[in-house]
């Protein structure tokens, strides 16, 4: 069974900087793609960012668009955002998924990690 885990979420001023990883476990990890969510309280959960696993290639929503980055490292099974020039509007549990296959939803789930920028 493949579990997810980030870390890295904290306290931050606005204009600041923060990295977020996810650590996958499994017998096998060959995921389609990898990606960043985020959910604030009162709202629904937002696509963030996702990462090809194979090629690399990246998708951004226009709100991090600039500001976010989305990486891998596909031998540690670990996938990181880095979070530059964050904004109030980013606090939020900031939760990280795997996409087993083209055809397939978010499989996997992490617990999240809490991100909160102060302005």
């Known amino acids: 069974q493949v579990q997810l885990v980030e870390s890295g979420g904290g306290l931050v001023q606005a204009g600041g900087s923060l990295r977020l990883s996810c650590a996958a476990s499994?017998?096998?990890?060959?995921?389609?793609?990898m990606g960043w969510f985020r959910q604030a309280p009162g709202k629904e959960r937002e696509f963030v960012a996702t990462?090809?696993?194979?090629?690399?290639?990246?998708f951004y929503a226009d709100s991090v668009k600039g500001r976010f980055t989305i990486s891998s490292d596909n031998a540690k099974n670990t996938v990181y955002l880095q979070m530059n020039s964050l904004k109030p509007e980013d606090t939020a549990v900031y939760y990280c998924?795997?996409?087993?296959?083209?055809?397939?939803?978010?499989?996997?789930w992490g617990q999240g990690t809490q991100v909160t920028v102060s302005s």
């Open positions: 499994g017998r096998t990890f060959r995921p389609y793609a």
């Open positions: 990462i090809r696993w194979s090629v690399g290639s990246t």
């Open positions: 998924a795997a996409k087993v296959s083209y055809d397939s939803q978010y499989n996997y």
